[in-house]
């Protein structure tokens, strides 16, 4: 890995514009000194308040600038670079990416932490505060978008040439308060303070149609072609933001689409200057990035969900050609040769039918040559089995839409339904399953079988989740095209999940392995040699003591509830949704309630529970499992005779930001949700690399987390993937488990009768009814398999040694969860995209 080259000293010159031989520049300068200088600057030029009303906002904005200066001359050579020599570079396309704050990263990855921190120090100002100030852009709902931006890290400091696309919400994922016990959501206004890690480009620009209908017409050379004549246009234009590669000159971009009107377009075509239509055209077509839809709404089929998705894809691949032919200077047909174009599921799937419009109508290429070209330039990776999570469009509203499109599947459906027949004769349902139209509950238009017929490559995120898409989902497509499906397990990036998270692991990494770690993950093999150590053991507690000290004055200042950093702290961060299970974690918590009321003298280890996660808005159940935690909590929490031994929190506003504080801080790491239904789970090895303990079913990568730690350092329970079909194809029936299991009933009992609602029996009635009558998720299938492997959990905490063998050995065998390894297979496997070093 090379070092980040030390820039020389330009022609630096001093504000009265007099030269200053041997000093660093201001805006390149990497010294302590020359960041110095650079934030004065930009405290008087940029942010232009006098120094007595500075406030720490405004330190953070000079000193954000000042290393966005830093990472320009990179950003700009990098893209130089592969301009220049041509080399291939990845799209990654993405509805979301939850980039997290970026201040802190950029520190570390342009390894200047330090020189910021005396640098500021110089200022009177203390770097952690100022970095506590960011607020960070909430661009995504969960794992989805936070692997794009773990992917993004890794492109760049593996330095594969690559640019994220995606959309500039306006309005991020909403901000969780907790207020009666219930969420209520609060609209993010990311952008009030402005962003100063962004460029616009406003002369960068692209126009997307929308709606209205097509017709042919024969060109200049009587060939018969087809034309949109869209009902609206708007406008789209690209605001650019650096991804800084760790250690390396690479810095790629991120580009993240804003709609606009055509305001000339509406007033000469269509409004025949009509201003004030016009102004009310500009507000609608701004809406389009407005914000960003959360997962498992029942509102999210809406039509301007389409539209945004139509927008960025549009936009990201006019760009992508634009740059092919006139920066790169290629012809078309070696698209595939320079461009690798990765889908982050469905989201961006209409790319399929859009590459081919744009190939055929408006570079008038012929079919076979555009859809090779398609098929030869995308990969699809899918994220769910989830059969209500597979999106698909009602095909009058795509019709409607899209009409252009809506051709071009019809004829991309044609063609491979011709393919299948000829593979399977006399086989009419599996034409029928396989069509591109679905015919189930009114027509509709199947975005995964989209993805799937457009792609070279199609993958699941991880081995398990991966083998159980060839045999469900797209099963059929398996067996058509064996070839093409392929597993890459997620990974998260040790950068901001390690170093940046968890400075004082960080520290003793470096102290007992050297800092190879950071930029190699298995390196934290090296570890395994100290696990008989006990005076690493007991540096390695110490570690872990203090961050969790630090989460629970962070828990204390949001909640008021005490922690005691000697307690267990067990875990369950994510999006909440009943395949997650949090309601059986509550069960496990009632069950210790019960078993502490009924035995006080009862000897337990002591632990805190500690919840974070945002519920859809429109997700009922899910809004439901938020209050029966926090009702738990405010019963538990306030029974002396319980307190002693236990405490519930809900932390509101689970982010990328507060998520910091709590990877590093945990002993435990719930992973409970039904075998089968968690495609890999990237939370989970958050945990894993910074020595949290796992309990989990054998679901989505815990799989392979289980394998790489050892058995004997994982917590299994639960029914395995193919039980939970077999109980399904039995007949699922809650009762028997009740039935069979008195603490079970007198839990559920007391959850019912309003123990913990003040005698309230219908706030937590619709939770455990579920449970009771159809919960497609199996939690009472799994009840007696968690309570007792969750004995056993508390006890091996009583033996502090071997809880932190196992804690070290967890962290030092999580190589393999690194990004840049997932990233790697990516490259190797499905982008042939090679390194390719950045001269300055
Ligand atoms: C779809 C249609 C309309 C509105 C919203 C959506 C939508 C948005 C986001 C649907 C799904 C998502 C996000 C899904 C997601 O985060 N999936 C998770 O992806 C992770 C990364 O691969 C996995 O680790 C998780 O297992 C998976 O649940």
């Known amino acids: 890995m090379t070092d980040i080259a030390q820039t020389p000293s330009g022609n630096p010159t001093s504000i009265d514009g007099a030269a200053l031989p041997n000093r660093e520049h201001s805006r390149t300068g990497l010294s302590a000194e020359a960041l110095r200088r650079a934030v004065a600057d930009h405290l008087l030029y940029s942010i232009g308040r006098p120094q007595s009303v500075l406030q720490p906002e405004h330190y953070y904005r000079a000193l954000a600038l000042a290393v966005r200066d830093r990472m320009q001359q990179r950003w700009m050579a990098t893209t130089q670079d592969w301009l220049d020599l041509s080399n291939k570079v990845t799209c990654y396309l993405s509805a979301e990416f939850l980039m997290g704050p970026q201040l802190g990263n950029n520190l570390l990855n342009l390894q200047i932490e330090d020189a ?28 989805l978008g936070r692997l794009a931006a773990c992917y993004l890290d890794s492109m760049a400091t593996l330095q594969r040439p690559s640019i994220g696309y995606g959309i500039r919400y306006e309005f991020g994922i909403f901000d969780q308060e907790i207020k009666d016990g219930w969420q209520v959501e609060k609209t993010d206004n990311w952008l009030v303070h402005g962003n100063p890690w962004e460029i616009d480009k406003p002369d960068a620009s692209y126009l997307v149609c929308w709606g209205g209908h097509t017709e042919q017409y024969k060109d200049v050379a009587g060939k018969l072609r087809v034309r949109w ?50 102004v009310e055209d500009e507000v609608l077509s701004e809406k389009v990035s407005k914000v960003l839809y959360p997962n ?106 899209l009409p252009r499109h809506l ?5 991309i459906n044609e063609r491979f339904l011709d393919e299948v027949r000829a593979k399977f004769p006399d086989d009419d349902d599996r034409v029928r399953r396989m069509s591109l139209i679905g015919e189930e509950g009114g027509k509709s238009v199947r975005m995964a079988h989209l993805a799937t017929v457009g792609s070279h490559a199609v993958n699941g995120v991880a081995a398990l989740h991966s083998e159980l898409l060839k045999d469900s989902v797209l099963k059929d497509f398996y067996e058509m095209w064996p070839e093409r499906f392929g597993n890459v397990t997620n990974g998260v990036t040790p950068r901001r999940f390690l170093a940046l998270s968890n400075p004082g692991l960080r520290e003793l990494l470096d102290e007992t392995i050297g800092d190879g770690w950071l930029t190699d993950l298995q390196q934290l093999r090296g570890l395994e040699a100290h696990v008989d150590d006990p005076a690493f053991r007991q540096r390695w507690r110490e570690v872990k003591r203090a961050n969790k000290s630090r989460l629970a004055e962070y828990v204390h200042s949001v909640t008021g509830i005490e922690l005691d950093p000697s307690w267990m702290f067990d875990v369950q961060v994510k999006r909440i949704h009943e395949y997650k299970r949090q309601h059986l974690n509550a069960l496990h918590i009632v069950t210790m309630y019960r078993r502490i009321k009924a035995n006080p003298g009862l000897s337990i280890s002591p632990r805190a529970f500690i919840f974070g996660g945002k519920a859809a808005p429109g997700y009922f159940m899910a809004k439901r499992i938020i209050k029966m935690i926090t009702a738990i909590g405010a019963t538990v929490n306030n029974d002396p005779e319980v307190n002693r031994f236990m405490r519930v929190v809900f932390l509101p506003n689970f982010n990328v930001k507060n998520a910091h504080l709590v990877y590093p801080a945990a002993n435990l790491s719930e992973q409970i949700s039904t075998a089968g239904k968690e495609a890999s789970g990237t939370g989970n090895m958050k945990f894993m690399i910074n020595g949290a303990l796992t309990i989990g079913t054998l679901d989505g990568a815990n799989v392979e987390i289980r394998e790489e730690a050892g058995p004997e350092n994982f917590f299994l329970f639960g029914l395995t993937e193919d039980e939970v079909e077999d109980v399904k194809a039995q007949g699922y029936r809650p009762a ?54 969750q004995d056993i959990v508390g006890a091996a905490w009583q033996n502090g040694e071997e ?38």
């Open 229 to 278: 004549i869209p009902r609206r246009v708007l406008k789209g234009i690209s605001y650019d933001t650096p991804v800084q590669g760790y250690g390396v000159n690479t810095c790629n971009t991120l580009t993240l689409w804003s709609a606009r009107s055509v305001q000339s377009f509406a007033l000469d075509a269509f409004n025949t200057g009509d201003f004030y239509k016009a």
């Open 407 to 411: 051709e071009l599947i019809y004829e």
């Open 736 to 789: 028997n488990y009740i039935e069979h299991d008195p603490e079970l009933a007198a839990v559920l009992e007391l959850l019912a009768g309003g123990r913990f609602t003040h005698g309230d029996t219908e706030v937590l009635r619709p939770v455990v009814d579920s449970l009771i009558h159809h919960d497609p998720f199996l939690a009472l299938a799994d009840y007696r398999s968690y309570v007792d492997c």
């Open 296 to 401: 498992d709404e029942p509102e999210a089929g809406k039509r301007l969900r389409l539209q945004q998705q139509y927008f960025f894809v549009s936009c990201s691949l006019q760009d992508i050609l634009r740059i092919h032919q006139e920066r790169v200077g290629q012809p078309l047909h070696t698209l595939p040769q320079k461009w690798a174009i990765q889908l982050n599921d469905t989201h961006p799937s209409i790319a399929v039918a859009e590459l081919m419009r744009l190939l055929l109508d408006e570079h008038h290429m012929d079919w076979d040559e555009a859809w090779r070209i398609t098929v030869a330039t995308f990969g699809y990776t899918n994220h769910t089995l989830l059969p209500e999570a597979l999106e698909t469009w009602p095909l009058a509203l795509f019709g409607q839409a």
């Open 803 to 840: 809880w932190t063998r196992k804690s070290i050995l967890n962290s030092a065998r999580s190589g393999k969860f690194s990004s840049d390894r997932a990233i790697a297979e990516y490259c190797d496997d499905i982008w042939d995209v090679g390194p390719m070093s950045v001269r300055l």
């Open 116 to 143: 910021a921190r005396q640098a500021l120090a110089e200022l009177g100002q203390d770097l952690d505060e100022i970095i506590a100030c960011e607020e960070e852009p909430g661009l995504g709902n969960g794992g």
